[in-house]
């Protein structure tokens, strides 16, 4: 089992910056791709962002590319998501997740946190 805490959510104006972060425990972090996910409500999860196990490979989904980055630190056991630029539109819970696969990290990965939540107002 992996578990997953996220942290650093909040309230934002718009245009403003916030950084993510998710704790991973219980077995080996660089064995994982990790990624984040996000839900506003009443709409469906919406996959934003993954990284593969070293950290060489990042992608993203289309509506956060060019304002959000993500990154990881193995020696730490953490992902981080740098959100810039943001909308209220990013409105959302934010989910880390970890899968085994990188093909199955932005469809269906294994392991997800509790979620930490997003508000930027306008």
């Known amino acids: 089992q992996v578990q997953l805490v996220e942290s650093g959510g909040g309230v934002v104006k718009a245009g403003g910056s916030l950084r993510l972060s998710c704790a991973a425990s219980?077995?080996?972090?660089?064995?994982?791709?990790m990624g984040w996910f996000r839900q506003a409500p009443g709409e469906e999860r919406e996959f934003v962002a993954g990284i593969d196990r070293t950290g060489s490979a990042t992608y993203y989904g289309y509506s956060v590319k060019g304002r959000f980055t993500i990154s990881r630190d193995n020696a730490k056991n953490a992902v981080y998501l740098l959100l810039d630029s943001l909308k209220p539109e990013d409105t959302a819970v934010y989910y880390c997740v970890a899968a085994t696969f990188d093909s199955a990290l932005a469809v269906a990965p294994e392991y997800w946190g509790q979620g930490t939540q997003v508000t930027v107002s306008s």
């Open positions: 219980g077995r080996t972090f660089s064995d994982y791709a």
